[in-house]
């Protein structure tokens, strides 16, 4: 069975590859291959990912940061990973848009 689209949900976590925090580039381009053999079968991907390699806003509460604030840069982290992953697609040749409910 084919499925015209899915959607991929990826743990901020799981961009850091064997680093402590951040982004692993390796990593990144790893995913992005991986998306675009999906793409070329014909499938629409979506993309959800998180930002849990950057900051958690359940930890910038613990640390006297006011939670909505703390879930703002939880937020912010995800976007900063999606131009990341947006970068690595774009680098393979893979055409992709980047939406957040943030306006920036």
């Known amino acids: ?3 015209k689209r899915v959607l991929l949900k990826l743990s901020g976590e799981s961009l850091m590859g064997n680093k402590q925090f951040g982004i692993d580039a390796d990593r990144v381009m790893e995913y992005a291959g991986e998306i675009k053999e999906a793409i070329e079968t014909g499938v629409q ?9 950057i900051f958690r806003g359940i930890q ?11 879930d703002y840069m939880g ?8 131009m990341a992953l947006q970068s690595g697609l774009e680098k393979i040749g893979v055409h992709s848009r980047l939406l957040s409910a943030i306006e920036m």
Not at 45 to 50: F, S
Not at 75 to 82: E, F, G, R, Y
């Open 1 to 3: 069975m084919q499925y």
């Open 45 to 53: 991907v979506a993309v959800v990912i998180g930002g849990g390699n």
């Open 60 to 70: 910038a509460t613990a640390n006297g940061i006011d939670r909505v604030q703390g």
């Open 75 to 82: 937020m912010l982290a995800t976007v900063i990973n999606s």
